[in-house]
């Protein structure tokens, strides 16, 4: 295990579209690693605590993105 200090960079709120479904999401950018960025795309509202929608970044093996299935 390692620590590596990043920076967060907010982006703002955007529109994503998984699914058939519209979403409101915050884009956040993590950097500053050995790594390139990683993008990560939040939740937030209602009545529960924000949480990932969509994470596309790149670890040892490579790039990677992993997006929550809609309900």
Known sequence: MEIHQVSISDLGVEDLIVGKKKLQVRHLVISGGKYKPSHLWLKEGGNSFPYTIRHVGEDE???????????
């Open 61 to 71: 093996d490579g790039m990677f993105e992993i997006v929550l299935k809609p309900d």
